[in-house]
C-alpha cells in the first residue's frame, strides 16, 4: 500500500475510514517484514498519544505494543510523565520508562559543546531518543513507529 501526502488525503470526512487504513498499512507492514511489533516514543503529547491509540488498535496485543518514555532531567516534567503512562495504560500497551539523562550528558561533556546552542544541543536530545528507540526495535525485532506531526516533518 502507497501512501501518498495528496489534498483529499487529508480531507476528515470519511475519518474511520482514514483510522481503518493507517491500522492496516501498519499491521500489513509489519507482516511483510516479519517483524514482531512496533515500538515508539511517549512523551504525553497528542502526537504521541494518538500513535499508540492505532497501534493499540491496530495490534490489539499489548505484547506487540511497547512505548518508550525518554525523560531528561533539563526539561523533564512528571505530568508529562504521567500522562504518558495514562495513555499506556488506557490503551492497555507495554510501557518503559528510558532516563536519557546519562546519555546527554557525555555529549554535554564533549569540548565542541556549546551550551548556548539551543539547537544543536535539542537536537543531540532528540537522536539520543531515536537511537534508544531504534536499539529496543532492532533488539525487539520490531518496527518504529515516528510520532512526528507534518511541521516538524516540513521543518526537517
Do not use: W
Not at 105 to 118: A, C, S, Y
Not at 142 to 154: A, F, N
Amino acid at each position: 500500500m502507497n501512501v501518498r501526502l495528496e489534498q483529499d488525503l487529508l480531507k476528515l470526512e470519511d475519518v474511520s475510514g482514514v483510522v481503518d487504513r493507517i491500522e492496516s498499512f501498519l499491521r500489513d507492514y509489519v507482516n511483510r517484514t516479519s517483524a514482531d511489533g512496533v515500538v515508539f516514543g511517549m512523551s504525553g503529547g497528542l502526537d504521541s498519544s494518538v500513535v499508540a491509540a492505532l497501534c493499540s488498535r491496530a495490534f490489539r496485543d499489548s505484547r506487540k505494543v511497547l512505548g518508550l518514555c525518554m525523560p531528561e532531567e533539563e526539561t523533564y516534567n512528571p505530568k508529562d510523565v504521567q500522562d504518558a503512562e495514562r495513555v499506556a495504560k488506557i490503551f492497555d500497551i507495554d510501557f518503559r520508562r528510558i532516563d536519557v539523562t546519562p546519555m546527554v550528558k557525555v555529549f554535554k561533556g564533549l569540548k565542541v559543546v556549546d551550551p548556548e546552542n539551543k539547537v544543536a544541543n535539542g537536537n543531540v536530545k532528540a537522536r539520543i531518543r531515536a537511537v534508544t528507540l531504534f536499539y529496543h526495535a532492532n533488539v525487539l525485532n520490531r518496527l518504529v513507529v515516528g510520532t512526528t506531526d507534518k511541521s516538524e516533518m516540513m521543518l526537517g
